[in-house]
């Protein structure tokens, strides 16, 4: 924590009585422009620095963007900075961001097309860290709600712009998550739900 906006934003997540009155104190912070910014990195790395998945964190961010937009983007180029930093993260670090990006997106604060970013499907990006980390994410993803699943995936149905995204997915899936000995049949089934969203073009909502 570099600055003083960085401080106070960082006291009173750690402080609050829970993420409501987080959420009120940060406003009342009446930040703007690039220090409206830090409130996303705050919470990202606080989120990373846990022991263990603080799910916290996800419904602090949540109630954040549900508030105003410009959270959201924040939040996605701070995930997207993080994923730069894959292969230098240490393992906890880089379970939390899976399981924080894993929350978001079943949440609907953020689509799946944060990981436009990523090539799942180049095997030469796809460095052993960066598998682990995606797979976690994945396998966080298709443990939910069946109706959560179907309708996260079909977010990125039919736009021809996100062809490469969806055939990465299930490519990566397929490949790191579903090819595991130790898969259970019920995951199988989930990746049959997500796949047929993915082929939702009409982008019907469970």
């Not at 995204?165 to 989930?190: P, W």
Request: glycine share 2%; with cysteine; proline share 1%.
């Amino acid at each position: 924590m570099n600055t003083d906006i960085q401080r106070a934003i960082f006291c009173i997540i750690m402080s609050a009585e829970d993420y409501v009155d987080a959420f009120d104190k940060i406003l009342r912070l009446h930040l703007s422009g690039k220090q409206d910014r830090e409130i996303m990195r705050v919470i990202v790395d606080c989120c990373l620095q846990e022991k263990t998945f603080n799910k916290y964190y996800a419904v602090l961010s949540s109630k954040l963007c549900s508030h105003d937009k410009n959270h959201k983007f924040s939040l996605q180029y701070c995930i997207w900075d993080r994923f730069k930093e894959l292969d230098t993260m240490e393992l906890n670090r880089s379970m939390n961001l899976a399981k924080l990006v894993a929350e978001m997106l079943a949440n609907f604060s953020l689509s799946l097309v944060t990981l436009k970013v990523v090539n799942l499907a180049n095997p030469v990006e796809m460095t052993p860290k960066k598998i682990m980390h995606f797979r976690m994410l994945f396998e966080t993803l298709i443990q939910k709600e069946d109706s959560l699943v179907w309708n996260m995936f079909t977010r990125i149905a039919g736009a021809p712009e996100l062809e490469i995204l969806r055939d990465g997915i299930v490519m990566f899936v397929k490949q790191y998550v579903m090819a595991k000995k130790d898969t259970e049949k019920d995951l199988a089934g989930k990746f049959k739900i997500a796949k047929k969203a993915l082929d939702n073009s009409a982008g019907v909502l469970m």
